[in-house]
T-cell receptor
Framework: SQQGEEDPQALSIQEGENATMNCSYK?????LQWYRQNSGRGLVHLIL?????REKHSGRLRVTLDTSKKSSSLLITASRAADTASYFC???????????FGQGTRLTINP | EPEVTQTPSHQVTQMGQEVILRCVPI?????FYWYRQILGQKVEFLVS????????KSEIFDDQFSVERPDGSNFTLKIRSTKLEDSAMYFC???????????FGSGTRLTVV
């Protein structure tokens, strides 16, 4: 399959701490995207990083991409209770008109 | 901010019945998708649609499934004869350009009994 693993599967931290989630994939990609899903709700696009980019920031989010290792990380700084959700990485491969999602990381921020 | 709208939010159907899930993508988007998520599992690609044709489909998208864009605004997913294993959250998504982010709807939770 195109997608590898996300880790950790679940992460629980205190409010104010940083949260780091990792994603690995198997094939060549055009871009990699991160999405958030609140329990039972839709997917919200957070950030997209292209294969020729190494790092991208958006507010409290920082995404890195290492194409040589086929891996990405999502860092959420200064976490808030409202960040509690599942986070998914999804890869968009060259020539494929679809996203392939990872299993996701369930993040819990404790007040 | 423009949204992708899905209706209904929840549908319960008897096994063997036909269901139609409806989506209104963002108006200037050109690429449309259906994904599904079985409870507790990852999001799976079903089908992509562009220029009134299917661009790509997964193994899940067998002859029981079909998609249509009947009137230039709605995008529908039909399941002809539902099975218990079709129970899942179904997400519609649209995209302005290939290689850019997707906008997902809030999903339709389909329960087959």
């Amino acid at each position: 399959s195109q997608q590898g693993e996300e880790d950790p599967q679940a992460l629980s931290i205190q409010e104010g701490e940083n949260a780091t989630m990792n994603c690995s994939y198997k094939t060549s990609i055009n871009n990699l995207q991160w999405y958030r899903q609140n329990s039972g709700r839709g997917l919200v696009h957070l950030i997209l990083i292209r294969s020729n980019e190494r790092e991208k920031h958006s507010g409290r989010l920082r995404v890195t991409l290492d194409t040589s290792k086929k891996s990405s990380s999502l860092l959420i700084t200064a976490s808030r209770a409202a960040d509690t959700a599942s986070y998914f990485c999804a890869t968009d491969a060259w020539g494929a008109q679809k996203l392939v999602f990872g299993q996701g990381t369930r993040l819990t921020i404790n007040p | 901010e423009p949204e992708v709208t899905q209706t209904p939010s929840h549908q319960v159907t008897q096994m063997g019945q036909e269901v139609i899930l409806r989506c209104v993508p963002i108006s200037n988007h050109l690429y449309f998708y259906w994904y599904r998520q079985i409870l507790g599992q990852k999001v799976e690609f079903l089908v992509s649609f562009y220029n009134n044709e299917i661009s790509e489909k997964s193994e899940i998208f067998d002859d029981q499934f079909s998609v249509e864009r009947p009137d230039g605004s709605n995008f529908t997913l039909k399941i002809r004869s539902t099975k218990l294993e079709d129970s899942a959250m179904y997400f519609c998504a649209s995209q302005n350009r290939v290689g850019y982010g997707y906008t997902f709807g809030s999903g339709t939770r389909l329960t087959v009994v």
